[in-house]
């Protein structure tokens, strides 16, 4: 089994025979996506962090002695 690069160049490989920019556009949308989706369960995380850190002060606080 021989791999050959079925490409002549590497414009040749972005433009893929006229549907490079379909390909690439697909990538980037799926990248950003993704990166999306890992920035907004961060944020989410860290805020539901901060609530429950929050109202574990508040029940310590209100916790009778």
């Known amino acids: 089994m021989s791999l050959e690069f079925q490409f002549a160049s590497l ?9 490079g920019p379909y390909v ?3 990538y980037a949308l799926t ?3 993704l990166v999306g989706l890992v920035v907004q ?4 995380r860290k805020s539901l ?3 429950i850190q929050f ?3 508040r029940e310590a606080e209100n916790k009778p002695s």
Do not use: D, S
């Open 31 to 33: 990248f950003t996506g």
């Open 55 to 57: 109202l574990q002060l």
């Open 11 to 19: 414009a040749e490989f972005f433009y893929m025979k006229g549907h």
């Open 49 to 51: 962090t901060k609530k």
């Open 41 to 44: 369960v961060r944020i989410a």
């Open 24 to 26: 690439w556009a697909a």
